[in-house]
């Protein structure tokens, strides 16, 4: 019988009251786990418990919030193997890669733990002295999608608490249970309400997003369901930090060696089975490279052991959820029947789970969906091109704007270029890498605000100015 994971109220384990979700393994398709859903009562009582554990957290120095965080870091580490096994079997991802989430989600806390808020001084004159400072917002409600649940909820919850805020946090119903589990190991080093989470879908997220007692959202995932959320917000003006969908271009120019390249392409492209928002999503290739870049990138995703992500052997783990399948199969077929070619991969397999292998396109240009569209899946359109400027254009001739990047032995131009790309983040001879020391968001319609380092805390606070005269 799969085991029930309950949410987290008031540093309790509490069995949600509107029963439970079923928990699908996605490389067999079969119920794993259930996770206890929680009412409208029980976010009620998870808000109250938030509201009241912050009129004590709000006081506690940065240093007492750190010594709290360095023990979850301990802790964490400690269930590293737990997790990532969890994440598998939710997520799908290979084992190897759900090991390397969980130490990533501690790598963030502990570059959370180094930060500071110090307080600025505006003025200090003869007859003033003016001080800014950032004071914790209230209660944190995070709100995180499929993809890497325990890393997205890590960097959502950590600078939160540092902070001096109270969080809640929503996993994804298709990935709850490696969170559930985490913020219950979180719970046992806090206060009582510091840190709760709920569970459930679309309903108690748009709950949340309307709740009057919640003061900030942190959201990733798709932009629609940002956008619902800005408008639900509206009511209290809570603050928000939308990290939403990307379409990110990578441009390789005609002096990048496709030997060198390609392996840093492929990675970047089906990194998690290409369903990272900062995925590369477009690859404009100039045509004087074009096929044997193609070339060397079908070496490579012919080279993937595409199956179940915990045997040892896989290095390609299946789809999340039947739906982003049939998103991947439907633009993929779409494709083909306006003249593209497949280079390799280009059905799902006929097996049990929600298997795609690593698919390469070409023949394909702006105004075919596969292009135009977030695939969030493991297949890439590849784009000729012979003109650098008309290339810009198309790169940038897309609403969302989270990343984009430039491929070239020549740093030079290619920074001139990159410098061009609408985007939050534009890489040179990289792409998809996030750090924690540098700020993160998108620009466009994929979000608002950043995380990470200095200014990613500060969304974290309310900034008040304390003017003295003297
Ligand atoms: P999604 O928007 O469907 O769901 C994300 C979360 O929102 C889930 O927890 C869901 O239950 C909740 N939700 C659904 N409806 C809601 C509502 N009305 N109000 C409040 N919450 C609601 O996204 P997804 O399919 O889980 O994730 C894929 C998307 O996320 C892709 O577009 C991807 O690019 C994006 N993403 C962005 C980033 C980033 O940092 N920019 C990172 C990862 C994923």
């Known amino acids: 019988m799969p085991r029930t994971y309950k949410i987290t ?19 067999t398709e ?9 009412s409208d009562n029980q976010l009620e009582q998870t808000v109250q418990a938030a509201q009241k554990a912050f009129t004590s957290w709000k006081e506690t120095t940065l240093d007492q919030r750190k010594s709290h965080l360095k023990a979850i870091a301990i ?14 079997l939710e997520q799908g991802k290979p084992h190897n890669l759900a090991m390397m989430e969980v130490s990533a989600a501690i790598g963030w806390l502990q570059a959370t733990i180094a930060l500071d808020l110090p307080v600025k001084v505006i003025e200090d004159s003869a007859a003033k002295r003016i001080e800014l400072h950032r004071k914790p917002l209230g209660v944190v ?49 806090l206060p009582k309400g510091v840190i709760n989470s709920v569970c459930g879908g679309g309903e108690i997220g748009a709950a949340i997003s309307q709740h009057p007692g919640i003061n900030k959202i942190v959201f990733t995932g798709s932009t ?74 079908t070496d490579i995703a012919n080279q993937q052991i595409v199956g179940d992500g915990m045997a040892p052997e896989t290095s390609f783990g299946p789809v999340q959820n039947p739906k982003q399948l049939q998103i991947v199969k439907k633009l993929v077929e779409d494709a083909v029947d306006n003249g593209a070619t ?28 596969l292009v135009d569209e977030e695939q969030f899946g493991p297949v890439l359109p590849i784009i000729r091109y012979s003109d650098v400027n008309a290339v810009i254009k198309k790169a940038n001739d897309c609403e969302n704007g989270l990343g984009g990047s430039v491929w070239s032995s020549d740093l ?38 950043v995380e990470f380092g200095a200014e990613g805390l500060e969304e974290y606070t309310q900034i008040q100015v304390l003017s003295i005269t003297k």
Not at 30 to 38: K, T
Request: net charge negative; glycine share 8%.
């Open 224 to 297: 629609p369901t940002g956008q619902a959320i800005m408008r639900s917000a509206a009511g209290n003006l809570k603050r928000l930090t939308l990290e939403l969908g990307g379409n990110d271009a990578g441009i390789v120019l005609p002096d990048a060696d496709p030997e060198k390249v390609a392996p840093a392409i492929f990675q970047s492209a089906f990194l998690n089975m290409g369903q990272t928002c900062a995925a590369l999503k477009r690859l404009y290739v100039h045509d004087s490279i074009h096929d044997s870049l193609c070339s060397k990138l």
């Open 9 to 27: 109220i008031n540093g309790q384990e509490t069995t949600g009251e509107n029963g439970t979700l079923n928990v699908v393994n996605p490389a």
């Open 75 to 88: 802790k964490l580490e400690e269930h590293q193997e737990e997790l990532a096994k969890l994440i598998t």
């Open 342 to 369: 497949v280079l390799c991969g280009g059905e799902p397999l006929q097996q049990k789970g929600y298997f795609y292998p690593p698919t390469l396109i070409t023949n394909v240009d702006n105004g075919c969906r």
């Open 141 to 189: 409600a995070s709100i995180t999608p499929w993809n890497w649940p325990v890393m997205i909820a890590a960097w959502h919850i950590f600078p939160a608490l540092l902070a001096g805020n109270t969080v809640i946090s929503k996993p994804s119903e298709l990935t709850p249970i490696a969170t559930l589990r985490m913020i219950e190991l979180i719970a046992e080093l």
């Open 412 to 449: 030079e131009q290619a920074v001139e270029l990159a410098k061009k790309l609408e985007t939050g983040t534009t890489w040179v001879n990289n792409h998809a890498e996030v750090l924690p020391h540098a700020p993160f968001g998108g620009a466009k319609m994929s979000g608002i605000g």
């Open 30 to 38: 079969e119920v794993f786990a259930y996770a206890s859903q929680a």
